[in-house]
Structures are given as structure tokens and as C-alpha cells.
């Protein structure tokens, strides 16, 4: 399989976020504030049922006799304080406000920066896509994504600016190399077998729901900066390590 096709599905990706926030550019300077603000709220709520759908998988999630959203919530609270610990949310805005310098961005660089690329490198299809796309060469579930955050993006830049194009180097960065992880190591763990398989398993299932309540984290921040109150927003970025804690705990919580 060629490199090209191993990342076709994330070159789509990349291509419709950046298309997406050239349209959101030129379109929002033409939009009243609050137009904008309404753009941003019909997002989150879109947003909520994505987090809130991916969520539901926890209830297919046991670890020996503890619920799947008991482990989420301990994988998440543990995951903040490891978060905090490493400043995650701080790295992310200095990488913002570094490129932001480095390219002359004005405004709200940072902030559409990080959450353009937090809500769209957050998720089960980032994985389960990368590792498809990567191993078989299929890019469908990235083209559906791609569809999805193309409109977000379109949505985001218009309230934030050209920071929200350059989460597609996030995309590029992070999806890319799921892909050709996948294509060098994914065929060899699944032993040759179909990689939605992935998606019916119980440490899968629980990232799923544990990320989809980020994304939660995620649409109410972007209804907090709908309504112009961008300083009670959840701190996402601390969240992250949940994504790695989850399976771990259903790990042991199966040997309790």
C-alpha cells in the first residue's frame, strides 16, 4: 500500500478544515456579531449530541462489576489532575500564541486554535479511522469526519479567526501518524483481521465514552463563547490523559 493511500483520508481532512475556515473567513467579516454568536451556539448544541451519543457507549462497558461511567468518571477526574500537573491547557495556548506570533495572527488566534484542534482530534474516529485508513487503505470514515469538521470549522473561524485553519496541522500531525502507525504495526496486532472489530471492543468503547464527554466539555465552552462568557469555560486540554487512563482502569477494575 503507497504512503498516499495510507493518508488520503486525513489529506481529505486537512483539506476541508482549511476550505472550511477560508469560507468561515470570508464570510464572517460580512456576518453581524450576532449572527456569529448564533453560529456558535447552533454548533455546540450539534456538538453536544455528538459528545452525548459517543458517551452512550459507556453502558456497553463493564469492568468486572463497575459501570463503564463510573470508570470514565474515575479515568476523568484522575486525568485532570494529571492534566494540571503537566499544564496541558497552558502548552496548548503557548502553542497558539506561537504561532500566532510566528504568523501575525491577531485577535482570537490562540483560542480558535485550541479548540478547533481539541474538538477535531478528540474522538473515536480519530483512532478507529487513522487505523483503518492505515491498514486497509479505506479513508470512508475520515471522509466522514473531514464532512463534519469542514462545517464546524466553517462555523469557528468565523468567530475566531485564522487560528482555527491551523488546527490543521494538528489534524495532519495527529491523524497522519495514526495511519502510518497503523500501516506499519496495526496488521501484525490484529493479526490480519477486520479493524472494525475495534469498534465493538470494551477498552474502545470506553475511550469512546470518556471522549465523548470531553467533547461535552468541548460544546459547552463553545456555548459559553456564543454567549460571550469564554471565562467560565471547562479546561478540555487537562482532560486529555483521561483518554489514556480509561483503559487502564478498565484493566485492573477486570482483575478486582
Known amino acids: 500500500m503507497s504512503l498516499l493511500d495510507q493518508l488520503s483520508g486525513t489529506l481529505i481532512n486537512v483539506a476541508t478544515v482549511l476550505a472550511g475556515t477560508v469560507v468561515g473567513l470570508l464570510l464572517g467579516g460580512r456576518l453581524p456579531e450576532r449572527t456569529q454568536r448564533t453560529l456558535l ?34 479515568a476523568l477526574a484522575l486525568g485532570a489532575v494529571v492534566g494540571e500537573m503537566l499544564g496541558i491547557e497552558e502548552g496548548l495556548s503557548r502553542l497558539g500564541d506561537t504561532l500566532k506570533a510566528r504568523f501575525r495572527g491577531g485577535g482570537r488566534f490562540t483560542e480558535g486554535f485550541v479548540a478547533a484542534s481539541l474538538l477535531f482530534c478528540i474522538g473515536p474516529m480519530t483512532v478507529v479511522g487513522g487505523i483503518q485508513n492505515g491498514l486497509t487503505g479505506d479513508p470512508s470514515t475520515y471522509v466522514l ?112
Open 41 to 74: 451556539q447552533t454548533l455546540s448544541l450539534v456538538t453536544t449530541f455528538i459528545g452525548l451519543d459517543m458517551a452512550g457507549s459507556l453502558n456497553a462497558v463493564k469492568g468486572g462489576s463497575i459501570p463503564g461511567v463510573i470508570l470514565a468518571l474515575v
Open 145 to 256: 469526519k473531514a464532512t463534519l469538521d469542514g462545517i464546524a470549522s466553517l462555523a469557528l473561524a468565523g468567530a475566531y479567526g485564522i487560528g482555527v485553519g491551523f488546527s490543521a496541522l494538528t489534524v495532519l500531525l495527529l491523524q497522519g501518524g495514526i495511519s502510518l502507525l497503523a500501516g506499519a504495526f496495526a496488521s501484525g496486532l490484529l493479526g490480519g483481521a477486520d479493524p472494525s472489530i475495534l469498534k465493538t471492543n470494551p477498552y474502545v468503547l470506553l475511550i469512546t465514552g470518556t471522549g465523548g464527554l470531553t467533547i461535552v466539555g468541548i460544546a459547552w465552552n463553545l456555548m459559553l463563547a456564543g454567549l460571550g462568557w469564554e471565562d467560565r469555560r471547562v479546561r478540555v486540554g487537562s482532560l486529555l490523559p483521561a483518554l489514556v487512563i480509561a483503559p487502564v482502569a478498565l484493566w485492573l477494575a477486570g482483575r478486582v
